[in-house]
């Protein structure tokens, strides 16, 4: 079963950006989607943005194009996610998430991240 | 984009009640709508995907109906666990949208 392990909790300067990883442990990516889905303190789900790492090709929501950038290594099973111009409202916990069946489909996020907490402050 | 909303954004239940949460999509998605658990301080847990197929581990109390634009999520009978938030979310096309939650609450 394969679990998914993301990079620790950062602080990070407003206009800076952030990189945070999401690796796979007991397995590979094989077809699966990652997806980044981010909770702002006391707010709902947002989906950021997502990958197949086997054909490497990211889509990204229109809010966050531009400003994210989602790769995948698969030979490390590592998928990340970097976000730059950080601003105030990007403080947030950041989960990666897979989905079985592609970014689309019939299938939910069936295993999630511990979830990183990206702080952005002066 | 398609927007998903969530009736109501918080209810308050006892142990043993039996619980049932909408969700509305902005447009037909079939039944590409998955229902997702929160607990404070964790990440989502995956209960219910395309529409009412229930999440290998997720106890049978927890079932799913609706295609379309319209979906239920129920809960037959309240465990003290089952107090949590819960969301609902399209996957058929993208950007992947989430409703805005619905809060559980022990009355």
């Known amino acids: 079963q394969v679990q998914l392990v993301q990079s620790g909790a950062e602080v990070k300067k407003p206009g800076s950006s952030v990189k945070v990883s999401c690796k796979a442990s007991?397995?590979?990516?094989?077809?699966?989607?990652i997806s980044w889905v981010r909770q702002a303190p006391g707010q709902g789900l947002e989906w950021m943005g997502g990958i197949i790492p086997l054909f490497g090709t990211p889509n990204y929501a229109q809010k966050f194009q531009g400003r994210v950038t989602i790769t995948a290594d698969e030979s490390t099973s590592t998928v990340y996610m970097e976000l730059s111009s950080l601003r105030s409202e990007d403080t947030a916990v950041y989960y990666c998430?897979?989905?079985?069946?592609?970014?689309?489909?019939?299938?939910?996020?069936?295993?999630w991240g511990q979830g990183t907490t990206v702080t952005v402050s002066s | 984009d398609i927007q998903m909303t969530q009736s109501p954004s918080s209810l308050s239940a006892s142990v043993g009640d039996r619980v049932t949460i909408s969700c509305r999509a902005s447009q037909s998605i079939s039944t590409f709508l998955n229902w997702y658990q929160q607990k404070p301080g964790k990440a989502p847990q995956l209960l219910i995907y395309?529409?009412?197929s229930l999440q290998s581990g997720v106890p049978s109390r927890f079932s799913g109906s609706g295609s379309g634009t319209d979906f239920t999520l129920t809960i037959s009978s309240l465990h003290p666990e089952d107090f949590a938030t819960y969301y609902c979310q399209q996957t058929y096309n993208t950007p992947l949208t989430f409703g805005q939650g619905t809060r559980l609450e022990i009355k």
């Open positions: 007991g397995g590979t990516f094989n077809s699966y989607a």
């Open positions: 395309a529409a009412s």
């Open positions: 998430a897979k989905s079985p069946g592609g970014l689309t489909g019939r299938g939910g996020m069936d295993v």
